[in-house]
Nanobody, 125 residues
Framework: QVQLVQSGGGLVQTGGSLRLSCAAS????????VGWFRQAPGKEREFVAA????????EYSNSVKGRFTVSGDSPNNSVHLQMHNLQPEDTAVYYC??????????????????WGQGTQVTVSS
């Protein structure tokens, strides 16, 4: 069963950039969609972006479209989330997750069975 190990994140000023990474351990992302979710204090976890490893199809939430880019890194068996023009409302714990859904990208959490440990992103105003 694939395990997900996250890296990246931290503290950045408004308008800054960060990159999050999600590496697969003990397996590969083949036939998986890899999604990014975030959870701010007092709020529900929400979908941010995702990529289908087979074919490279991507999807984004409206709140991050045009600012965030999700990409696959085959040599390193990783998925990255590049975040630009970060805003205070992007502050949250970010999680990557994998769903064995082939080329389909689910936005709901229920199909994502493997989750990373989470990483804090804090955007100061």
């Amino acid at each position: 069963q694939v395990q997900l190990v996250q890296s990246g994140g931290g503290l950045v000023q408004t308008g800054g950039s960060l990159r999050l990474s999600c590496a697969a351990s003990g397996g590969t992302f083949s036939r998986h969609a890899v999604g990014w979710f975030r959870q701010a204090p007092g709020k529900e976890r929400e979908f941010v972006a995702a990529i289908a490893w087979s074919g490279g199809l991507t999807e984004y939430s409206n709140s991050v479209k045009g600012r965030f880019t999700v990409s696959g890194d085959s040599p390193n068996n990783s998925v990255h989330l590049q975040m630009h023009n970060l805003q205070p409302e992007d502050t949250a714990v970010y999680y990557c997750a994998a769903a064995n859904t082939g080329a389909r990208i689910p936005r709901g959490m229920s199909l994502y069975r493997n989750w990373g440990q989470g990483t804090q992103v804090t955007v100061s105003s």
